[in-house]
């Protein structure tokens, strides 16, 4: 059996932005889901989920260290924060946009 | 070992005081950091600048100096801020006036100038050809507000040795203003590239003050965080082998855990192992945070690599224009009266001839920060406000689009309420380099004594 929870269940995640790029962090609160999340949450993934908003590539970088992923994603931001149209220039809001995504789990 | 404590006074422009009035009275510091310069920030206080030779620095300045200034001096606090903005002269002359009525003794008060960057710009061709790779300046050069590089510590350490009390300079890098006291007090080389990336890592925790103490981190249920209203700014514990400790004022509100370290550590990070700045270039892939006690929070193996030749600058430079109006719906079929007034205000749009370079249309509480990323049934909405908003050339065409959703009023679809319509002007930024050498920083001094 398989079981579908949102990324939100088991993660957290702060959004930041630099011109028109903006990254976000992914932080299972458990150390050891960190696997699962390497597992799951790829760059292409994230690319294939974000489609309608990151016009640019989506690098991915892993921080075993401190149990973390960093998606960076460029053109993320209509032009960047002061000539973007959106109620959220910055992407402040994109985190929980990651967070809503599902998962499937092993039960 | 020696060590240092220095606390973050505030995080950006608009921070609260009374937080930096609780770490200079309660967290026996030996600075007080104010860090207040967003990308846009300068761009914004250099037009202000253009209007009024005497302003142009950050707004809260006076504010901020008044509440703080006295509790400074009687716990020997130095202060260490970027409020200075587009104008740090015009700083130092409020931060002089103040001091003189509040009657304080000896108090040495650097400026340190030099990141105005747009005399060098304008008047050497080479510079222009060369270094500017990310903009067509040509373009945009009747349209240029602002050019500031972004610079690093050593004006500001030079302030420390001729003994400044308060040091306030312009678009000095956000980590600088943290790293400079760390190398002045700990006795580090500049080109100790480990320990000045280990001094990078506490600052760049350290420069966005509540965001590491629990501000910006609560989601009930998930991650609680007791007494947001009262949220302690953060201090840190800084040790000559380049260990820290993240910490507050243990009566503060907010936390310090590994949970809210993880987020502000990758807080507009992108590659970990190459994050740049004026001074060096940290590598945070071996950073370990340890939660060795109730908020506090171990920081170690921070790493760092050469600093790099170039320096940022960012570039100011007016883009045309943004006008928007936003029109409320409520009741049963709201969203369904909400999707006419949006077709009758494009259409409008076409009728008047527009002239506009982008439109976006969003239903508030449905799609306005991102669309539906998932296919979820979508549920009836009790209330849902309109917003539709536009870039455009001139102010003129800008004004247009608000006008237009205000005309739903009598025009449009039934039961519209609460108009509200705006345009402005929009002050963008792109960003550069400049070669370090063309960039030099200099101090000025202004002491008092009674």
Redesign the interface.
């Not at chain 2, 306005?368 to 669309?371: D, P």
């Given at each position: 059996m398989r079981k579908r929870i949102k990324l939100w269940k088991i993660a957290h995640s702060r959004a930041g932005d630099k011109g028109d790029i903006s990254n976000l962090s992914l932080i299972p609160y458990d150390e050891k889901d960190f696997n699962l999340l390497k597992r799951e949450i790829t760059a292409e993934r994230l690319k294939y989920y974000f489609r309608g908003i990151v016009k640019g590539r989506i690098e991915r970088y892993e921080l075993p260290n401190i149990h973390a992923l960093n998606f960076v994603m460029y053109g993320a931001l209509s032009g960047g924060v002061t000539r973007n149209l959106c109620l959220d220039a910055h992407g402040k809001t994109l985190s929980f946009a990651l967070l809503n995504m599902d998962i499937d789990l092993d039960d | 070992m020696k060590k240092v404590r220095i606390a973050t006074g505030a995080g950006y422009s608009g921070d609260r005081i009374e937080p930096a009035i609780e770490v200079a009275v309660k967290g026996r510091i030996n600075y007080i950091i104010f860090e207040c310069l967003a990308?846009?920030t300068i761009a914004l206080a250099q037009r202000q600048k253009l209007l009024n030779n005497e302003k142009g620095f950050d707004n809260l300045l006076e504010a901020r100096m008044n509440a703080i200034i006295p509790i400074c001096k009687q716990k020997n606090i130095k202060i260490i801020t970027n409020m200075g903005a587009a104008n740090p002269e015009a700083a130092g002359d409020k931060i002089s006036e103040i001091v003189k009525a509040l009657g304080l003794e000896k108090i040495k008060i650097a400026v340190i100038l030099g990141d105005d960057v747009s005399e060098i710009l304008w008047k050497d061709p080479m510079i222009k050809e060369t270094i500017l790779d990310k903009m067509d300046i040509e373009k945009v050069k009747n349209k240029i507000i602002s050019a500031n590089a972004y610079t690093g510590v050593s004006s500001i350490i030079e302030a420390l040795r001729k003994g400044s009390d308060i040091i306030i300079t312009g678009r000095t890098a956000d980590t600088s203003l943290f790293l400079a006291p760390m190398i002045y007090e700990l006795g580090w080389r500049e080109d100790d590239w480990n320990l000045i990336g280990a001094g990078i890592v506490v600052a760049h925790l350290m420069e966005c003050g509540g965001q590491v103490t629990g501000g910006?981190?609560a989601?009930p249920g998930?991650?609680n965080v007791q007494d947001l209203a009262r949220l302690g700014f953060p201090i840190a514990e800084v040790y000559e082998d380049g260990k820290a400790l993240i910490t507050k004022v243990p009566e503060a509100g907010g936390a310090v855990t590994l949970?809210t370290c993880?987020?502000?550590?990758?807080?507009?990070?992108?590659?970990?192992?190459a994050y740049i700045t004026p001074d060096g270039i940290a590598d945070?892939?071996?950073?370990?945070?340890e939660d060795i006690g109730k908020d506090l929070v171990k920081v170690t193996?921070g790493k760092g690599k050469p600093r790099p030749e170039n320096l940022k600058v960012n570039i100011g430079y007016l883009?045309g224009y943004?006008g928007e109006g936003q029109i409320s719906y409520s009741g049963p079929g709201a969203f369904e009266r909400a999707k006419l007034a949006a077709q009758i205000v494009h259409e409008r749009f076409k009728i008047i001839g527009l002239n506009a370079y982008?439109i976006?249309t969003?239903f508030?509480g449905v799609n306005?920060?991102?669309?539906p990323?998932?296919d979820e049934p979508f549920t009836s909405l009790n209330e849902i406000r309109l917003?539709i908003?536009?870039?455009t050339k001139n102010e003129e065409e800008a004004k247009k689009i608000g006008d237009e959703v205000e005309s739903l009023y009598t025009n449009g679809p039934a039961g519209g309420g609460g108009v509200t319509k705006m345009f402005k002007d929009?002050?963008?930024?792109?960003?550069s380099f400049i070669p370090r050498e063309r960039v030099r920083t200099k101090v000025y001094l202004r002491e008092f004594e009674k």
């Open positions: - | 990308e846009r910006y981190f989601d998930k991650k949970q993880k987020e502000q550590l990758l807080y507009e990070i992108h590659d970990p192992s945070f892939t071996d950073v370990t945070l193996g883009d943004i982008e976006r969003d508030i306005s920060l991102y669309s990323l998932k917003r908003v536009g870039r929009v002050l963008a930024i792109t960003s």
